[in-house]
């Protein structure tokens, strides 16, 4: 169910003069000419694959005038360097800018088919896993709307990161086959590949003049073949381009071996070789899953940087301009490689000096960096370097040895922090610090909400701070509007251009318009009816998926995002059981009905993680099971969260789950895809959270918890758990009905390592939580009995949300770090 199918084309898009025969013979001749089908015998895929390849046609048309005004006007360009993609579907999308929805739906008609059929036959790009793709979308889709000059750069994973399901309970990887009937939106550009080189040596000699010269002498080579997929702006006729690489053999087949009987063999470097592109984010558990995540990193940039510099020489020639038409823009530690890579290119390839080269790389890179957890900041084994990059490890000591002779000169005497500001970890099995080396590249370092860039200015990256305070930003992320609203929301989206006209779409802070409306009991019943239409579309997803039915008239409690411990998805689930168990006790207890509805992946090497998911299902079992309970709780978990189901989730719930622990999250953009569609939240003073409930107004807003002061002082204490859960007699009732296999069909094993580690760490504070966000919980049920006010704080959280667009975060990175000027393609 795709909500995308009733989206109206608006004069804002910009419409492609294309009638209905037209685009029936466009589809007819791509069913011929490309799918290979003849009209009789075509299935409705053969006709959504040539569809999508005539709105391609229509894209094409605009890319090529983009590259035309791009080339003309020589522009400053943004590359947008980044591991994944969270795309989401792209006909939807496509369909609606270029203005040609309700033609396409026509020639469906025609060929016996329907848009929303075609909509259902289309595979979400498995390009991305979480927040950090998406905001990766997000950014790719408003840097087109607003003519700014972008290619963005990745990896064309074969299979995603996986395809979850559930067996008993448990998350099991399944293969993502996104491309088992290709992708009708991409070029590939067999044409353009790069070659890739690992391992090796290194040569170094003197040349004429006496000056040392180093060559690398790789011993593997790896291809990098460029997928390209088209990214049109909203309202514009600006084509940007998003360029993937998948990795090919240099050598496929090795007919000797072939000839002699060894089969397997004669295609060993072909399997090698492309297991490089083949998942986003391979298990890191073992060594050579590590090896296999920086041969993909290495393998990225290398080919990114080889493009951008051809994209650099077709207008320029002078490396001094190099940073005057290039930015880079490294979104969180995985292409970090790209320092010292394009440092090997200048100093090794081009011949130029050393502080030249240096020069021009910090006056090229940005870093955003969207984590404060240290285990998330990415080290490298220097041993694994020295097997794999050779010669940019011999590059990160230079540059190490440079920037420590400048930590001596400023800090004299601080052994500890030349220590702890070393690229090199010389504490910890010798490895290199990727996000030390970022802070060191770049002429700029950015977080992503106010409190996060705050502590990792003042904390995670405190050395880099006071010694470089002038790199150091916020930037706020943003998520679109048109992928989040107008394509996932077109019921509200018609009510809210109806009363404000359609200019919301490209400049979200217009709706404040609705703050006029707030009061009008007609509005608001509009309003609820809409949100009513959807929350039963939602029901009717949740229960397709999970077999399971569900009350129309309970509030729908909504909590997905990535399964990490951080994010507090027990402490969720601790709510659950405690109601649960209230139940128990008195089963006419008068108690506000809630569906809470999970949705998450785990990290396929995170056992934590991958318990929990366990648990949540276990006590979805027992809970909807229970006769007692007589409906009034529900759990469900839908497999597989990804863009399309968020596009179904976010309209239709009522209560968004934000209850991380303060000072751990970066930002968070779920909880503005929520907010934005009229859900209330209930958070704590959290990444992007604080400023939600600046902007929609405390009383909108229900807080609970530690802020990140509190929690620092917690810790610094001695927190200890067993104390909190021994204090409190519905917390400890709740965490030994877990312990006691009461959801695990009697097993006190299952579930013990999960309630260990709370007991006797809880590295997140939950049990410090629980009874805050328990009371805050009673506070969201008696609101939720008044539907007039609640309406109310729904239609004021869309209407003051507008800051949270992708358009104002991208101008911000355009005007502040990258200096970016926007060229209008007429």
């Known amino acids: 169910m795709m909500t995308t199918t009733t989206t109206k084309t608006t004069s804002e898009a910009l419409k492609t003069p294309i009638s209905v025969e037209a685009l029936r013979q466009a589809v007819i001749q791509r069913l011929y000419n490309s799918v290979g089908k003849a009209i009789q015998s075509a299935t409705k895929h053969d006709l959504y694959q040539a569809l999508s390849l005539a709105i391609r046609d229509l894209l094409t048309e605009r890319w090529r005038k983009t590259t035309e005004a791009h080339y003309a006007a020589n522009p400053k360009f943004v590359y947008y360097l980044s591991a994944e993609y969270m795309l989401g579907k792209q006909l939807g999308q496509n369909l609606t800018y270029t203005g040609v929805t309700e033609v396409a739906a026509q020639v469906a008609a025609e060929f016996g088919a329907s848009l929303e059929e075609f909509f259902e036959l289309e595979p979400e790009p498995g390009l991305g896993n979480g927040g950090l793709g998406r905001l990766a979308a997000c950014f790719m889709d408003s840097l087109a709307t607003l003519d700014l000059p972008a290619v963005g750069y990745g990896i064309r994973y074969e299979f995603g990161i996986f395809r979850q399901t559930f067996v008993d309970g448990w998350q099991v990887e399944q293969p993502d086959t996104w491309l088992l009937h290709g992708n009708p939106w991409e070029f590939i550009h067999s044409d353009d590949m790069i070659e890739v080189g690992f391992g090796g040596y290194t040569e170094h000699m003197r040349d004429s003049s006496g000056r040392l010269r180093v060559r690398w002498i790789p011993g593997q080579k790896v291809l990098g073949e460029p997928c390209t997929m ?153 041993s694994l370097f020295e097997y794999l990059l050779p010669r940019h490890l011999e590059i990160i000591y230079e540059i190490n040895h440079r920037f420590l002779a400048q930590v001596r000169a400023r800090f004299p005497g601080d052994n500890a922090r030349v220590a702890r500001m070393s690229l090199i970890d010389e504490n910890d099995g010798r490895q290199v610090r990727m996000a030390n080396l970022a802070s060191v590249g770049s002429f700029a370092i950015n977080g992503v909400a106010e409190l996060q860039s705050r502590l990792l200015r003042e904390y995670t990256l405190a050395d880099f701070g006071e010694m470089f305070p002038e790199k150091f930003q916020n930037k706020t992320n943003g998520v679109s509007p048109r992928r989040f609203l107008l394509l996932s929301n077109p019921r509200l989206c018609s009510l809210i251009t109806e009363v404000i006209g359609e200019g919301w779409i490209n400049d979200l802070e217009r709706l404040r318009g609705l703050e006029n409306y707030v009061d009008d009991p007609a509005f608001r019943q509009r309003w609820r009816e809409i949100k009513q239409q959807n929350k039963a579309d939602l029901i009717a997803f949740a229960q397709s998926s999970t077999g399971v039915m569900l009350d129309p008239a309970a509030m729908m409690d909504v909590m997905v995002k990535r399964l990490h411990e951080y994010k507090r998805q027990l402490l969720k689930l601790l709510h659950v059981v405690t109601l649960y168990q209230r139940l128990q006790d008195n089963p006419n207890l008068d108690l506000v009905p809630r569906t809470f509805l999970f949705g998450a992946k785990s990290a396929s090497g995170y056992a ?114 067993y104390e909190w859960y021994a204090s409190n007699p519905s917390l400890k009732r709740a965490v030994d009905a877990i312990a006691s296999g009461a959801f695990s069909r009697g097993d006190t094993s299952l579930f013990r390592p999960l309630v260990e580690s709370l007991l006797s760490r809880d590295e997140y504070l939950v049990f410090a939580d629980y009874q805050a966000y328990i009371d805050c919980q009673e506070r969201v049920s008696q609101a939720y009995l008044d539907q007039e006010a609640w309406t109310r704080m729904s239609i004021l959280n869309t209407a003051r949300t507008g800051y949270f667009s992708s358009d104002r975060t991208i101008r911000e990175y355009a005007r502040d770090i990258w200096k970016l000027k926007p060229v209008r393609v007429e």
Not at 335 to 354: C, F, N, S, T, Y
Not at 609 to 628: G, Q
Not at 693 to 703: D, S
């Open 230 to 382: 088209l990214v049109p702006g909203y309202g514009t006729n600006t084509v940007n381009i998003l360029r993937l690489w998948r990795a090919r053999a240099a050598e496929e087949f090795d007919f000797q071996m072939f000839d002699t009987g060894n089969y397997i063999q004669a295609v060993q470097q072909k399997i090698f070789s492309e297991n490089i592109s083949k998942v986003l984010y391979p298990n890191d558990g073992t060594p050579q899953g590590r090896e296999l995540r920086l041969r993909q990193q290495y393998f990225f940039v290398a080919c990114s940087l080889r493009d951008m510099i051809r994209r650099f020489r077709l207008r320029n020639q002078d490396w001094n301009a190099f940073p005057d038409k290039v930015a880079i823009q490294l979104n969180d530690t995985h292409p970090v490689i790209a320092i010292p890579e394009l440092m090997r290119i200048l100093v090794d390839e081009e011949g130029l000096k050393w502080e030249q080269a240096w020069d021009i790389t910090q006056g090229t890179f940005a870093y955003t960096c969207h984590t404060l957890l240290p285990e998330a900041l990415e080290r490298w084994p220097v």
């Open 608 to 721: 934590t993680a991958k318990l929990i998911i366990k648990l949540i299902n276990s006590v979805a079992e027992v809970v909807n099971n229970d006769p007692v309970v007589r409906n009034r709780l529900k759990v469900v978990f839908p497999a597989n969260f990804n863009v399309t189901m968020g596009q179904i989730i976010y309209p239709g719930a009522e209560l968004s789950e934000q209850i991380s622990l303060a000072g751990k999250e970066a930002s968070g953009t779920g909880n503005m895809k929520f907010a934005l569609n009229g859900a209330l939240t209930i958070g704590t003073l959290d990444g992007a959270n604080i400023e939600i409930r600046e902007l929609v107004g405390p009383e909108n807003f229900f807080l609970f918890g530690l802020n990140a002061e509190e929690v620092m002082a917690l810790k610094a204490s001695g927190y200890r758990p």
